[in-house]
């Protein structure tokens, strides 16, 4: 008996015609242009993104948070207290952006732009952070030498979940570069490290050797989309 191929695809006139998209030029502001686009991250009807400044007479080329308005077309540098920070790595959650900036991560309230601070006195005791991500609806943040911490659901405080992700250590010269979730799993990765692990477990899985089947160095691709009319 031949078990029937339950991944059959549809024929393709029976799938929906994709959704027309709209696609604007948009560029940074002639007096203050950019060399690099780091992250970029949705919410409250706008995109945020860290960008490096192309120019820098300090020969400081460290990233600065812009916010695009859909309305106006038009890229600005976000003011206030975040002018003073530059943040590595930006995440929405629930109705705030998180950034990672040098002494731990700060918590933007988009819609009234005021910034709460963690540092070690909240449970994030490490003072660089690789980004954030999510699992099981938690958001988590990675430390530079592989130490992953939750926020709690109050959203006051972190704790330190499980060991830290071997192989790489705060002197190394090849650091954890990317941190992300799906489901209830973590990964960690550097050019040539993938460590992953459930993140109820305490130990993480080794996928390093899967790194070179297809290269050397590991360049994660990624893809945003973002659906309406923005």
Do not use: K
């Not at 080329?61 to 812009?66: C, D, E, I, K």
């Not at 943040?141 to 499980?162: C, M, Y």
């Amino acid at each position: 008996m031949v078990t029937p191929d339950i991944f059959t695809l549809r024929r393709m006139d029976v799938l929906p015609p994709p959704i027309p998209t709209r696609v604007l030029p948009v560029t940074f502001p002639r007096e203050e242009p950019a060399r690099l686009v780091e992250s970029v991250a949705w919410l409250e009807n706008r995109l945020w993104l860290t960008a490096q400044p192309r120019y820098s007479p300090t020969n400081d080329f460290a990233p600065r948070l812009w916010a695009f308005d859909p309305e106006g077309n038009r890229i600005e540098r976000v003011q206030g207290v975040l002018e003073n920070y530059n943040p590595n790595a930006i995440h929405p959650f629930g109705r705030e952006l998180w950034l990672a900036v040098d002494g731990g991560a700060g918590a933007f309230h988009a819609a009234t732009f005021v910034v709460d601070g963690f540092n070690a006195q909240q449970g994030l005791t490490s003072t660089r952070l690789v980004g954030f991500s999510e699992a099981d609806g938690r958001l988590l943040a990675l430390g530079i030498a592989g130490v992953v911490f939750g926020l709690d659901a109050r959203g006051t405080n972190w704790a330190r979940l499980g060991n830290p992700a071997p192989g790489v250590s705060d002197r190394s010269v090849d650091p954890w570069r990317f941190f992300a979730g799906s489901g209830s799993w973590i990964a960690a990765g550097s050019s040539n490290r993938l460590h992953a692990r459930h993140i109820h477990a305490p130990e993480w899985q080794d996928f390093s050797s899967l790194l070179q089947r297809g290269g050397r160095r590991l360049q994660p691709a990624s893809l945003r989309c973002i659906t309406g009319d923005g």
